[in-house]
Structure formats: C-alpha cells, structure tokens
C-alpha cells in the first residue's frame, strides 16, 4: 500500500484523467478550426471567459449543465467573431488570435469579479473506483463526466472527418483553398463556422476548469493551459484521437511533481512541475522533423 | 462510355472585361460546336484565363452573353457553370493533396450524402472507372499521384460529374510527350463520338495541330480571329498571336572547334525538404562553348539540381568542377569562376521585389569597386549610372532605375535580371526555364541571348520543362528521371520522340 512506486503511478493517472479534460476540449476544439486551414490562438481566453460563465451561470441557475451549456455558448460567440474578423481582407489570424486572447481573459476578469466568493453547484464526479480500498486509486478514478464526453467526441470527429460530407469539406478548405473554391464551397463560411464550432468547444473546456471539484472561479484558474492545447494540435498532428492521447499524457506528466513530493522526494520539485513542458518539448522535436509530420499539416495554415 | 447526355456546343457573345484602367477582354467572340475539340491561342496577358474564368463564372463579364446550345444562360458562380456541366481542369490542380483520390471525387458531387457510405461509394466509383479510357489508383492519396495522374484524375472528375463541357487550360505542361499525347488523343476520340466538347488553352502549335479541329486567337484582349486547325500553317497561328509586333532576329549557332570540359557535376545528391533524395549520382559535363540541355518532366529533381547549383540547397553528397577545381556554391565561388545564373521565376527567385531596379541590377557588384570603397562603403551614384548604362542596353521597360523592380512586366524583370548576369565575364552559366510565362518578343531576346554566350565560350547548362526550347538551344540533351541523367546525346543523332521515351523512364 505504500509502495511510492505505485503511489506515483496512480496519481498520475489520476492526473492524466482531471486534468486532461480542459486540455482535451481546447484541443479538439482547435483541431476543428485548424483542419478547416485557420489558426485561433484566442482559445486560451475563451477559456477562461467560458469558466467564468460556466460559474456564473450555475450560479445563478443552480444547474452546473446549465452552465457547460452557456459556457459553450460564451466560445461559440467569442469563436465567430474571430471568425468574422478574420474574414476581413488582409487579416491575420494569428494577430487576431492573440488579440482575443487578451480579450476574452479581460471580458471574464470584467464580469467574473461578483462570482470569486460564492459557491456554485458544481458537476458530480462518476465514482468509478468505488469497487477499489485504495483510497488513493478510488479518488484517482473519480471521473467527471466531461472527460468520458470529450472522449466520445474525439472519436465521433476522426470518424466524421473521414466519413461525412462536412468532415470532407473541412479538411478540403483547410488543404487547398482554391479545390474548395473551384468546387463552389464558400471557404470564408465553412472557417467562420469551423472556428465558431472549436470556440463551442473551448468554452465546455473551461466550464470543466470551474465547474469540477472543488468547483471554484479565480483570475489564476487556466495559468495558460489554452495555449498549451493549442501546441498540443501540433504535437497531436491534427488527429483529434491523437490529441485526446497527447492531453491524457500531458495531465500524467503534471501529476509527476506533485506526486513525487508526496511520497517524500522534494529534489528537483521545480524540475519535474516543469515536467510535461520539457517531454512535451522533447517529443515534438523528435516527432516534428519526421516525413509524416510534414505531410499532416493542413497545406492552408499561416504557420508553415 | 455514360449514356444520357450529349456534347453541348458553347458560344460566347461580345465578352468584356475591365479590371480598372486594363480593359482585359474586349467585346470577344468565342464559338465551340458540339462535340469538337476547340484550341483557345494567344500570349500570356492576352485574354485566354480571363475569358475562360468569365465562362466559368469566376469573373462577372462587364458586357456579352454565353449560350449553352444555342440558349442564353447566366453563369454567377462556379457553381452555375458546374450545374450546366461546365468544367474546368485549372493548371494548377484543384485535387486536394490529404485527401484520396476516391475522397476527391466524391466530395466533388454536388449531392454528397452527408454521411458517406464508403462501401456503396466505392463500388459505384469501380463501376464508374471500368468505362472509363484511363484509370487512377482510387486508395492513394492524392499527393502521392504523379503529374500525369493528377491530371487524369481532374479529367475523370469532370466525367464523373457528368460535365461534358471540358475547359483545359494547358493541360499538357505538367506531361511527358507520350503521356500528353496519349491523352490528348483520348479526349480527341471523345469528343468525335459526340461524348464531350473540348475547349484547351494552348500555347503548343504541335499540340493544336495535331488534335485540335478549331482555334480561336485573342492577342492584348482582343479577337484576332480564328479557323480550321488542321488546315491553317503555324505562321498563319503564330502571326494572329504575335500581331506587328518585332521580334529580334534569333542569334545564330556559331560552329566551334570542340572545347575543353568547364563545368563537371560529379556524383551530386541532394534531399527535398522531407529528407527523401531527390537528385541521385547526377554526372554531367559541360564543355566551353556549349549548351547542355536538361529535359525532363517537372519534379524529376531539375530544381532540386538548379538551386544545389546556385547554393539555394544543400549538396549531400558529390562534387562540383570548374575547369579541374572544386567549386562551392558561394557567394565568393560565383565570383571567383565567373558563374551566373538565370533561375526560373525570377522576381522570386533572383530579384527582391520591393527593391529598386537598380539595387537589384547591383547585387552581383555592389561590394566592389565604383559602387562599394574599402568593401562596404557604398555609394548610389555609380550604381545607379551603372544601372542606367545597362536598362539602355538591355532594353528593360521601366520608370527608373529608382522604380521598384516588382512594378516591372516579367519580360522585363528577366531582361534587368539578365543584365546583371551577362554583362560581365560568363565562364559558365546555369538557366532554368528562362522563359516560362514570358511574351514572343522577350522569348526570342532572351534565347539569343544565351546563345550569345555560347558562342562567346561560356558553358551553358539550360534546364527546361519546354523540350521546343531545349530542341533550339542545345548542343546536347541530357534526359533527367528521377533524380539522375538518364540519356545523353548530341542534339543531332536525337529526335523528340526518342527523347520523350527517355523522360517518361523508358
């Protein structure tokens, strides 16, 4: 039982499962925008602003779906209006991108001031270690059901990205603009929608960083995990499965610190906090200059 | 071959177009009867694309009509022309890379299911593909296609889409000689039995003799007129084209005694940008005096070879000799064996756009004596004499020595590029498609310029995509196919065919 190897293993797949889900929603969300051959690198800000209102919301409702809900909503407006913008001659997304960023962590540090003290209803976790007597295993799989969603959904996009209609246009306006064009697809229209749809998704990502245990709103909540996911899309090469396995290790590899300072090594403690930062870093160095990363790139994205 | 719907004949009415203060087409007539196969002439800038994108309702046409068999129809959007089976195969292809070949072509259909039943479509596309002259591999991803499949590929959409109106816009550059004819001849026989009509944009006289019945020649956005293919000349063609305009006398080949070796290229490798070798134990060797001409279909890794050349790319493996010495392509290996070059789209690839002609003309000497003292103290006043000395002398169009060098015409940019290049010393000088997109009159300045050269003694190395270009420059041909030379020969003991066997891999 106090085998701190095992101690270390399960909190970190604990980690792998509370905190990839904001990560997972972030980069799928991402992904959609991306495939159709936009970058939004404002997610980070819907993020946050669909914390705040996830809170907000279930605050005022006393139903936390309520709130994933208008969650959603907050990143779908935040999403099409950098869609919007970015339909405007000689915009940059990625210019844009970084203006809603700012914009959307303001909007929530603006209207989220009221909801730093009280105390909303928060999701209810699946107890799915309740079989187990190992406290630390029980609480490592008390899973919200955010995280079985994002799955779900990554698995319905790889498939619909290879088998509908809409996945095939996507990924054709994200390739070649001038084939979406030649065939008389409305590329401004399918980026607005795509880009609206992954701002959808950024915000039910922040209503989790709100919304699960312990279920509080600060300014400090995201500390930068929308920009991560986004550079998560590149590691996961644009495949939306990939991305959920990029997430899942990237929360396993922030368990590391903390766990291993539990069982009484506090050597490196910095060190390995910054741990899935540096494998991440390490990864993508090693995977990025291979052939078949070249080849996954959507050919219409600025950052080449 | 699908039953149902025939050849639709085409005819356009009065056609105008004005982008601003250039009225790009002007009032032209274009008439294409069912089932023929119909050549669309003229120079770059002379109306072709704009007239065919007004067709296909890419441009809204500032006065005219079309007419579908005989009745008035309105083409807004790409999409109209696509629902009245008008198609197009662009030169630059609209297949899209990541995507399948079967992904392509149903994804393409109007009326694709919003989910996609890969097992119904797949054997409906087998079925499709059984009647069909040529075939595509259905599995493979589109970037993994050559040219020539690619191309078939855009022509099997269009029939698959039922669209029996075909718009080709020079469909054949991308083509080995045999691949170009084999298919040429197939839509030739198409469009005989009445399945299709043909309408290509073309710049090969060979090609329009060959497998065209009718012609329509636009010259500066206007008609020039048009007739039977198989009974006008090509002077008759290339006078309807060119108009008045003076066209420099072609210099002459200038008969040498054999010369010794200048350039050798010994054992080169390079890798393209994903690592994979794209040039492979290249050896060749150019003699003073002589223009070695590389032919082969594009991406065979010419360009790989021009900008291993000219120090764009690095060299894996191998060695390059200039008259015994190893040479590397640097900035002070250019200067000290006198090698120039002429890279193909030069405004890209050898000029910085937003700098004036004068900047751009001193790029070669402005860190010597006049324009630079002491190697780095510049000064505009002798650059910009030598400037001005040389746009007189080679004939560059422009403002000024002082206008930006991007607000020049192609022709133009080459000539002012090619007075950088040639107005020195040439020991050696390597060309690439120097002529790709250029007008009648900077086509032939531009060959005898390099032919001038030659015959001053410098060994030229001329890559071309254009085996008519190779045909009157070289002395020797040499074939590159994936990646290696392939055939050598003098330019006398060969013919086209024999080298298009060699550049299709045979």
């Excluded at chain 2, 700098?355 to 070669?364: D, P």
Aim: glycine share 10%.
């Amino acid at each position: 039982m106090d085998n701190p190897v095992l101690t270390v293993l399960i909190a970190m797949l604990g980690g792998a499962i509370r905190v990839s889900t904001p990560f997972m929603f972030v980069a799928l969300g991402e992904t959609l925008t991306e495939k159709s051959g936009r970058i939004n690198l404002g997610l980070e800000g819907t993020l946050v602003l669909g914390a705040m209102v996830a809170y907000a919301v279930s605050y005022l409702t006393g139903n936390a779906w309520l709130g994933v809900l208008a969650a959603g909503g907050a990143g779908t407006v935040l999403g099409a209006l950098h869609g919007y913008i970015c339909k405007l001659p000689r915009v940059n997304d990625v210019a844009v991108g970084i203006a809603m960023m700012s914009f959307g962590t303001g909007l929530a540090f603006f209207f989220g001031k009221p909801f730093i003290q009280p105390q909303a209803p928060h999701l209810e976790a699946i107890p799915l270690g309740a079989w187990s007597d190992n406290p630390a295993l029980a609480q490592a799989l008390e899973v919200n059901p955010l995280f079985f969603v994002g799955i779900i959904l990554a698995i319905f996009l790889g498939w619909a990205f290879k088998n509908t209609r809409w996945g095939l246009i996507i990924r054709m306006t994200g390739d070649s603009a001038a084939s979406a064009k030649a065939m008389g697809v409305s590329v401004d229209l399918v980026r607005f929608l795509a880009t609206a749809a992954g701002g959808f998704l950024a915000g039910i990502g922040g209503a989790f960083l709100s919304l699960s245990y312990p279920g509080i709103w600060n300014q400090g909540l995201s500390s930068g995990q929308g920009l991560m996911a986004v550079a998560l899309v590149i590691f996961a090469r644009w495949d939306p499965v990939r991305a959920i396995m990029a997430a899942l290790f990237f929360g396993a590899a922030g368990a590391i610190g903390p766990s291993l300072q539990a069982v009484g090594i506090t050597q490196g403690y910095y060190f390995f906090n910054a741990a899935p930062y540096i494998l991440t870093l390490i990864i993508m160095i090693i995977s990025a200059g291979s052939k078949s990363a070249a080849r996954d790139v959507p050919g219409e994205l600025t950052m080449k | 071959m699908i039953e149902g719907k025939r050849a639709p004949s085409l005819e356009a009415v009065g056609m105008t177009k004005v982008f601003g203060p250039l009225v790009a087409l002007d009032h032209v007539p274009l008439k294409v009867e069912a089932g023929s196969f119909h050549a669309l002439l003229g120079e770059n800038g002379a109306g072709k694309s704009t007239l065919v994108k007004c067709i296909m309702g890419f441009y809204s046409a500032d006065d005219g009509a079309v007419l579908l068999n005989g009745e008035e129809v309105s083409i807004k959007s790409p999409r109209d022309a696509r629902a009245l089976g008008i198609g197009m195969v662009y030169q630059h292809f609209t297949l899209v890379p990541s995507l399948t070949a079967a992904e392509n072509l149903v994804i393409s259909r109007a009326d694709a299911p919003a989910v996609i039943d890969w097992a119904k479509e797949r054997k409906a596309l087998e079925a499709f593909m059984e009647q069909m002259p040529f075939r595509v591999p259905l599995n493979a991803q589109v970037s993994s296609l050559s040219a020539g499949e690619k191309q078939k590929l855009e022509i099997l959409k269009l029939l698959y889409l039922d669209q029996r109106f075909m718009i080709l816009d020079e469909p054949t550059s991308v083509l080995t000689p045999g691949e170009a004819d084999e298919m040429l001849g197939l839509l030739g026989q198409m469009a005989k039995k009445g399945d299709i009509t043909v309408l290509m944009i073309s710049h090969k006289f060979r090609e329009v003799k060959a497998f065209c019945d009718h012609f329509t020649v636009l010259r500066r956005g206007k008609y020039t007129g048009s007739g039977d293919a198989k009974s006008a000349t090509i002077g008759d063609m290339s006078a309807m084209m060119i108009g008045d305009t003076a066209v420099r006398e072609r210099a002459q080949r200038v008969t040498q005694p054999a010369k010794p070796d200048v350039l050798e290229l010994a054992g080169i490798f390079a890798e393209d940008n994903e690592g994979l070798p794209v040039v492979k134990a290249l050896n060749l060797k150019v003699k003073a005096g002589e223009i070695v001409g590389i032919a082969g279909v594009s991406g065979n890794g010419q360009s790989a070879l021009v900008e291993v050349l000219s120090g764009q790319r690095p060299m894996a493996d191998g060695a390059i000799f200039i008259k015994g010495k190893e040479f590397s392509p640097t900035r002070k290996g250019f200067d000290q064996y006198k090698v120039f070059g002429l890279p193909e789209e030069p405004l890209k690839n050898a000029a910085v756009p937003k700098m004036s002609v004068a900047e751009n003309i001193a790029f070669r000497s402005f860190d010597k004596p006049p324009v630079a003292k002491l190697g780095w103290w510049m000064s505009p006043g002798p650059m910009r004499e030598k400037a001005r000395e040389l746009i007189a002398k080679y004939r560059v169009k422009t403002q000024g020595p002082d206008a930006p060098i991007e607000t020049l015409s192609g022709g133009n940019v080459q000539r002012a590029i090619l007075a950088r290049e040639l107005s020195g010393d040439v020991d050696v000088l390597i060309v690439a498609n120097p002529c790709f997109g250029l007008d009648f009159a900077s086509v032939a300045e531009i060959r005898s310029q390099i032919m001038d050269q030659r015959n001053r003694g410098a060994a030229v190395l001329l890559v071309s995509e254009d085996l008519d270009e190779i045909l009157e420059l070289a002395d020797r041909v040499a074939v590159m196919s994936g990646g290696t030379i392939t055939y050598v020969s003098p330019i006398e003991d060969t013919d086209r065919n024999t080298i298009g066997q060699h550049m299709a891999g045979h």
